[in-house]
Structure formats: structure tokens, C-alpha cells
């Protein structure tokens, strides 16, 4: 089974904070995605890469940041977290053959 | 850039009722394909089933089934047989295969299931 695996599952931070959210696919996937999930709103994609080295922004990249320098590991960077980043982040990988994507299991953000 | 719209917040049905759930999309590409997600309270992210925009039959899966209208531009779920389950956020997604292959999501619908 492929795992998309994010390396916390609850986080608090202070506002100000550097803020460094984690995520590890284990399929060789190319393709990977941050997601920022809020009540009303669904899923809004905040940057993507489609190769290591490689990133384009989403709809909302403002404030974040991402680092991919290995093909398994996508991360996602809050320079300095703000209260309006409170939030729940979903990282997932696609299959390109399958066009399916792959969830990690989220990491509900509280930025105090 | 391609939209996607669920206009249902929130769903409630009796066990064993079926149900559906709708969703509406906008899109100039005739390639494409279409997505339901389930989201439980474990949070994980689950695909229900998938629909490819130039196959003119309708998914199914089991208890779960799309009605696909591309001229109408919906792409409605319809679980039967309801059970508790269930229960869970459900997501429209639409995805465009060429380029970065991201998918964009709808508002959700927050559907419950009583026993």
C-alpha cells in the first residue's frame, strides 16, 4: 500500500514561530501537493512540486513556503506563523498511470 | 481555472436510505477526470470512486454510483443502502490530466447517518 506519511498529527505553535510541517511518500510519486483544509471552504491547494528542486505555487501561497531537495520528502515552511494559519494541512502524492492521490492523515495546526 | 461546487453543507439520513449528493463544476477542457472523497472522523482522505470525463457510463462501486451529466457540468454521488459507516465529509474533486495533475475540490457536503 502506498503511505504518505506526515510527521505530526496535532501541532501548536506560537505566532511568530517558524513553523516546518513534514511529509514522506514512500511510491517514487513525481507529483506531490499541500493542501490547507478549513470548515466551508474544502481543499485549497497552497503549492505543489513536480519534481525534486522543482515548485509552483497554488492558489493560496501566501506566507508559506516549500522545500523539496529528495524525491520522497515534501515539506512545507510557515516563515512566521500567524493565528490565520490555524488550520488543518493535508500533504498527498498522485499516481500518475492511476490519477489517483494518495493522503497523508493531516496535521491540525494551532497557532496561538 | 476550473471551479468546483457543493451546495449542500450538511446531509442527515436514516440507515439503509439512500442518498445523494450533489455537485456542479466549471471547465473549458473536454478531458478531464472527477473525483468523490470521503473523509471519516479519523481524517483520513479516502477515494470513493472516479469518473473519466469522455467515458459515457456512469461509476459505480459497490453501494456508490455517479450520475455524470457533462453538458449539464454535474457529477452527483448517490450512496445506497446507507450505513453507519457512512458517515463522513465527502469532497467533489476535478482534475485536468495534463500538467501537474492537481486536483480542486468542492466546499464539501457533511453527511450523517442515523441508526
Known amino acids: 500500500d502506498v503511505k504518505v506519511t506526515q510527521s505530526s498529527r496535532y501541532l501548536v505553535k506560537r505566532t511568530g514561530e517558524k513553523v516546518f510541517l513534514e511529509c514522506v511518500q514512500d511510491?517514487?510519486?513525481?507529483?506531490m501537493f499541500w493542501y490547507r483544509q478549513d470548515p466551508g471552504l474544502g481543499l485549497r491547494l497552497i503549492y505543489f512540486s513536480y519534481d525534486v528542486k522543482m515548485k509552483e505555487k497554488g492558489d493560496i501561497p501566501e506566507g508559506y513556503s516549500v522545500s523539496r531537495e529528495k524525491k520522497e520528502r515534501f515539506s512545507l515552511i510557515l516563515e512566521s506563523a500567524s493565528t490565520n494559519q490555524t488550520s488543518m494541512y493535508l500533504c498527498a502524492s498522485i499516481s500518475r498511470d492511476l490519477y489517483k492521490l494518495f493522503f497523508g492523515s493531516g496535521t491540525q495546526l494551532s497557532v496561538l | 481555472a476550473q471551479t468546483v461546487t457543493q451546495s449542500q453543507p450538511e446531509m442527515s439520513v436514516q440507515e439503509a436510505e439512500t442518498v445523494t449528493l450533489s455537485c456542479t463544476y466549471d471547465?473549458?477542457?473536454?478531458?478531464?477526470?472527477l473525483f468523490w472523497y470521503k473523509q471519516p472522523p479519523s481524517r483520513q482522505m479516502i477515494l470513493v470512486i472516479r469518473q473519466e470525463a469522455y467515458k459515457q457510463q456512469n461509476a459505480t462501486e459497490n453501494r456508490f454510483s455517479v450520475n455524470f451529466q457533462k453538458a449539464a457540468k454535474s457529477f452527483s454521488l448517490k450512496i445506497s443502502d446507507s450505513q453507519l459507516g457512512d458517515t463522513a465529509m465527502y469532497f467533489c474533486a476535478f482534475m485536468n490530466p495534463g500538467g501537474a495533475q492537481k486536483l480542486v475540490f468542492g466546499q464539501g457536503t457533511r453527511l450523517t447517518i442515523n441508526p
Open positions: 511510491m517514487d510519486h513525481e507529483n
Open positions: 471547465t473549458s477542457e473536454s478531458n478531464y477526470y
